[in-house]
């Protein structure tokens, strides 16, 4: 029997300590082995306690969580799942992100303290998740990079690039997007499995650092070179081609039988009813198998797929099930990933 995953609590709330623990110990694969009211607290239990995951609030006294995870990254990266409340952290968890966080939960509001057993199946399933995180490669922060060379637009055999992400996605996406230069020859759509309210954000800090545009999507926006578009979370993004020829985002909650909303099958498949044979799907780190699907439909309609390689992923969740299915074209390394992009458009 394979050992249950070593699980640190830290939260300044008692309350919520002893309620994520009772959520956690419901699984047969976890071990809570202690709980810290700080990221003080946290530095000295993380040392003696050895944990495979922790659960890290973000606002704290005496020391936050971001500066928590800053330390100890310098000392031992250890899988973490930010559990927190959106409107109190959207800055931090931001920042938590770049400091090498692997997954969020959001916390329901101090005033509904009883709303936190919500939460529980999707805290254990994220805890489950990082504890087979790779953080021999935590990726730090990352500067606006020297772009890849990318052939003249006329050049391009795809017509978008798509792209789906989910555990380790905020880091690999800061790597990823700023090496693609202004010139890029096609629009890039991204589904990136994150909480409500924090994509606009994301998007953001993003295009602060890239040669591309990034935003997140609104409804209606026309598709255009030079801009990278973000599904919102909450909210499926699909294509819709208008009257003259433009080709328009189109947001919903149907389908509503996915497990994510947005869902990146629901994106690739989209793409690939409007645009055939000229998409570029591109699965990296994440858990479970959304993008499966999705590329499967796009390889069935003559477009290609590449993903990321197990070795430079958090979580090879997500592109092993498109490995396995046979239906990828390249796979690359992070580092690789805009070179093989450009190839491949």
């Not at 810290?36 to 944990?51: C, V």
């Not at 939960?105 to 199946?121: F, G, N, S, W």
């Not at 430079?312 to 990933?337: F, K, N, Q």
Request: aromatic fraction near 4%.
């Amino acid at each position: 029997m394979a050992s249950p995953i070593r699980v640190l609590v830290v939260d300044d709330s008692a309350f919520v300590r002893k309620v994520v623990a009772q959520m956690l110990s419901r699984s047969p694969n976890i071990q809570v082995v202690g709980a810290a009211r700080d990221g003080e607290d946290a530095l000295d239990l993380t040392e003696r306690l050895n944990p495979d995951v922790i659960t890290l609030d973000l606002v704290m006294p005496r020391m936050n969580g971001v500066e928590f995870l800053r330390r100890q990254s310098e000392r031992r990266p250890v899988a973490t799942v930010i559990c927190s409340i959106a409107h109190e952290s959207g800055e931090m968890a931001m920042e938590a992100f770049e400091a090498g966080a692997v997954d969020f939960v959001q916390k329901p509001t101090a005033l509904a303290t009883d709303r936190v057993y919500e939460i529980a199946d999707e805290l254990v399933a994220k805890v489950e998740a990082a504890a087979q995180a790779d953080m021999s490669h935590a990726r730090g922060r990352a500067g606006r990079a020297a772009p890849v060379a990318v052939a003249a637009p006329a050049a391009a055999h795809a017509e978008i690039v798509v792209i789906g992400i989910s555990t380790g996605g905020p880091q690999a996406l800061r790597q990823l997007i700023p090496r693609l230069p202004a010139n890029f020859p096609v629009p890039i759509a991204m589904v990136l499995h994150m909480p409500v309210g924090y994509t606009e954000m994301y998007a953001q800090r993003l295009d602060e650092i890239s040669h591309l545009q990034v935003v997140e999507v609104k409804e209606g926006a026309v598709l255009q070179r030079g801009v990278v578009w973000l599904a919102p979370a909450g909210r499926h993004l699909t294509f819709v081609r208008g009257p003259e020829g433009e080709v328009r985002a189109h947001l919903d909650l149907r389908p509503l039988d996915t497990q994510h909303r947005p869902a990146v099958d629901v994106l690739f498949r989209s793409a690939a009813d409007v645009f055939g044979s000229r998409v570029l799907g591109i699965v990296m780190t994440g858990m479970g198998n959304d993008g499966l699907l999705g590329a499967a439909h796009i390889k069935a309609n003559g477009g290609r797929i590449a993903t990321e390689a197990e070795s430079s992923c958090v979580v090879y969740g997500m592109p092993r099930a498109v490995d396995e299915a046979s239906l990828s074209d390249r796979t690359a390394t992070l580092d690789e990933l805009p070179g093989v992009i450009a190839e491949m458009i």
